[in-house]
């Protein structure tokens, strides 16, 4: 499977925040049955849903280098049916501005088709259509009549945005869910240019879950790991009209190294020296805010461990249409194979001493 069509089944499948397990599949599928099976040494789920996949280290005392992107996708939620409509709220940060017109598949029973209406801006007042809509303002229809829906669909079921991911023009890709499905595939890439290595390190990608809620899978699977190092992969905002420079990154330019509090100074020296060695192109990002992405949860695992972030350039960040470049995902693939294979038990020594 080609890295643009393991990206694109995987952001096409259900995985909302708790319930990721269809999309889990599909990776678990790809190192046990598929091509990825002779490129680890071992994979396990923990409690929680977490994909761990191991590649052994060569060295006599390996370092173990953990990876983690997460799987989960933002999602809606059943809270009320009111004759035959539903109502819902939001599973992750969604901004209700974009729901409005969006075909779902409501997971009851069975997968049902919906879409998300509202009243017509010709029934509504004046002053409320000034006013964008309130998530309690928005409802569901399946075409089903009271009785049917209630026998079909109950509350806390979960609800996810339908859109398939479609290719653009220049290996740009639009869809859900690319956050952070986008590093999930990042991951694979990584593991498949270190198929052909012999490297000290022992390698620990994570795929995690209910990263939306909380960060929740980095910090189950960092606790239980106690990784060396660690390098969260997530997605970062991609320059667009109506962003700062600063605040948006060029899609195409290659992945963003992140800088900041909930980053060792040593690991993101590393990262760069492991793209220049490798010629990759990258950008810098200085992010003061340590929440947000699974760093957080890898640098204060247990008595605390050595982090980095690496992003991935992504517009249109928790809409249904998030946009990245192709080659931007398999570069950031390529960085983390390089660091890797850089790393032995010298550079840890010296990560306490800075």
């Known amino acids: 499977m080609q890295t643009e069509e393991l990206l694109m089944a995987l952001t096409n499948?259900?995985?909302?925040?708790?319930?990721?397990?269809?999309?889990?599949q599909i990776i678990v599928d790809y190192f046990t049955t598929g091509e990825g099976q002779s490129w680890i040494t071992g994979l396990q789920r923990?409690?929680?849903?977490?994909?761990?996949?191991?590649?052994?280290?060569?060295?006599?005392h390996p370092p173990r280098i953990m990876l983690a992107a997460h799987?989960?996708?933002?999602?809606?939620?059943?809270?009320?049916?009111?004759?035959?409509?539903?109502?819902?709220?939001?599973?992750?940060?969604?901004?209700?501005?974009v729901l409005l017109g969006q075909e779902v598949t409501v997971h009851g029973r069975e997968d049902l088709p919906g879409v998300v209406g509202a009243?017509?801006?010709?029934?509504?007042?004046?002053?409320?259509?000034?006013?964008?809509l309130k998530i309690e303002e928005l409802v569901i229809d399946l075409g089903l009549d009271a009785d049917r829906a209630a026998s079909l669909v109950q509350v806390g079921d979960t609800i996810t945005i339908k859109r398939d991911c479609s290719p653009l023009r220049n290996k740009y890709f639009a869809g859900k869910a690319m956050d952070d499905r986008a590093g999930v595939v990042a991951l694979v890439e990584c593991l498949r240019r270190l198929k052909d290595f012999r490297h000290e390190a022992e390698v620990l990608a994570v795929v995690t879950v209910?990263?939306?809620?909380?960060?929740?899978?980095?910090?189950?699977?960092?606790?239980?790991?106690?990784?060396?190092?660690?390098?969260?992969?997530?997605?970062?905002?991609?320059?667009?009209?109506?962003?700062?420079?600063?605040?948006?990154?060029?899609?195409?330019q290659g992945p963003v190294v992140v800088t900041g509090p909930q980053v060792h100074p040593y690991v993101f020296a590393k990262l760069k020296a492991a793209a220049e060695a490798g010629k990759i192109k990258y950008q810098v990002e200085a992010e003061v805010t340590p929440r947000g992405t699974d760093a957080y949860a890898i640098q204060v695992a247990q008595a605390g461990v050595?982090?980095?972030?690496?992003?991935?350039?992504?517009?249109?960040?928790?809409?249904?249409?998030?946009?990245?470049?192709?080659?931007?995902?398999?570069?950031?693939?390529?960085?983390?194979a390089e660091f890797i294979i850089q790393i032995d038990s010298g550079f840890l020594e010296g990560l306490a001493c800075y």
């Not at 499948?13 to 889990?24: F, K, L, M, T, W």
């Not at 923990?46 to 006599?60: C, H, P, Q, S, V």
């Not at 933002?74 to 969604?94: H, K, P, Q």
């Not at 960040?317 to 998030?322: K, L």
């Open 13 to 24: 499948a259900v995985g909302p925040s708790g319930r990721e397990d269809r999309a889990a």
């Open 46 to 60: 923990d409690r929680l849903g977490n994909i761990i996949l191991r590649k052994a280290g060569f060295g006599a």
């Open 71 to 97: 799987l989960d996708e933002i999602g809606l939620i059943v809270t009320s049916l009111e004759e035959g409509f539903l109502r819902f709220s939001t599973i992750g940060g969604i901004d209700q501005r």
């Open 119 to 132: 009243k017509p801006p010709h029934l509504q007042q004046p002053d409320e259509r000034k006013k964008a």
């Open 210 to 252: 209910q990263e939306e809620l909380g960060v929740r899978g980095a910090f189950v699977s960092s606790y239980g790991l106690n990784p060396d190092l660690g390098i969260a992969v997530d997605v970062t905002h991609g320059e667009m009209p109506g962003l700062a420079d600063y605040e948006g990154f060029k899609l195409g």
């Open 306 to 336: 050595a982090s980095g972030l690496v992003c991935i350039p992504l517009r249109y960040m928790h809409t249904s249409v998030e946009t990245l470049a192709l080659d931007d995902l398999k570069e950031c693939g390529r960085l983390l």
